[in-house]
């Protein structure tokens, strides 16, 4: 015995035995706690934001159109302006993923993340 009676063993205890019952009933907790497939809170509210820079540069072509015709809107004309600006520079950074052909078979693979991928998602909202 090194170190005499008094002094404590520097081995740490053997491994707890499992408790099987316990390991049993937290499974069943996690599988009634996951999510139930269906229309959540988040997809039954209407999201105003569009859902490409197309729709984008449509609205602002639309504003400068009116604001350059009705010269009473003239305001309108430098918000298509800015609105068009928006759309094409988050057309620019929208994530695009690579297509590929592997074994005759098509596979898409995602873009890289990227921080200006997520500017994009929160001006834009996914479809699908």
Same mark, same amino acid.
């Given at each position: 015995?090194?170190?005499?009676?008094?002094?404590?063993?520097?081995?740490?205890?053997?491994?707890?035995?499992?408790?099987?019952?316990?390991?049993?009933?937290?499974?069943?907790?996690?599988?009634?706690?996951?999510?139930?497939?269906?229309?959540?809170?988040?997809?039954? @509210? +209407?999201?105003?934001?569009?859902?490409?820079?197309?729709? $984008? %540069? *449509?609205? !602002?072509?639309?504003?400068? &159109?009116?604001?350059?015709?009705?010269? @009473? +809107?003239?305001?309108?004309?430098?918000?298509?302006?800015? $609105? %068009? *600006?928006? !759309?094409?520079?988050?057309? &620019?950074?929208?994530?695009?993923?690579?297509?590929?052909?592997?074994?005759?078979?098509?596979?898409?693979?995602?873009?890289?993340?990227?921080?200006?991928?997520? &500017?994009?998602?929160?001006?834009?909202?996914?479809?699908?």
């Amino acid at each position: 015995m090194i170190g005499g009676p008094n002094i404590p063993d520097d081995r740490s205890p053997g491994p707890e035995p499992i408790d099987y019952e316990s390991a049993v009933r937290e499974l069943l907790r996690k599988r009634q706690r996951r999510h139930i497939p269906g229309p959540s809170l988040r997809t039954r @509210v +209407l999201d105003p934001r569009p859902t490409s820079p197309g729709q $984008v %540069l *449509l609205l !602002g072509l639309i504003l400068v &159109l009116v604001g350059a015709f009705v010269h @009473v +809107l003239h305001i309108c004309l430098v918000i298509g302006l800015a $609105v %068009l *600006l928006v !759309g094409f520079l988050s057309g &620019l950074i929208q994530p695009r993923g690579r297509q590929v052909t592997w074994r005759n078979r098509d596979i898409v693979l995602p873009a890289e993340k990227h921080w200006t991928h997520r &500017l994009y998602w929160l001006l834009y909202r996914r479809t699908g």
